[in-house]
């Protein structure tokens, strides 16, 4: 792996991991209960990213399933909460 590309992944991740820090910081302190389903969804969208660029780093096709699981995961849960919160209910 060269330098360069070597350098770009750690710089994605540090730039990751900082936005990931400050998504859980509008999850604990969010004023409403929206700003802290945007904050999750955001979480949930950064750990996929992550999982992608460990597997460029590692050159395995298992972080891409695991990040693929995280996408449909998080995009369930986002639609759950948002209709929790619009009607109350989840289930009808």
């Known amino acids: 792996m060269s330098i360069v590309l070597f350098a770009a992944i750690v710089f994605a991740l540090a730039c990751y991991a900082l ?24 979480i949930a969208t950064i750990v996929m990213l992550m999982l ?28 759950a909460m948002a209709k929790f919160l619009l009607r109350g209910e989840v289930i009808e």
């Open 52 to 79: 992608m660029v460990l597997a460029i780093r590692y050159r395995s096709a298992v972080y891409f399933e695991a990040a693929l699981l995280i996408a449909i995961f998080g995009f369930v849960s986002s639609a």
């Open 19 to 42: 936005g990931m820090l400050l998504s859980l910081l509008r999850l604990f302190r969010g004023p409403s209960a929206q700003d802290r389903v945007l904050a999750m969804d955001l």
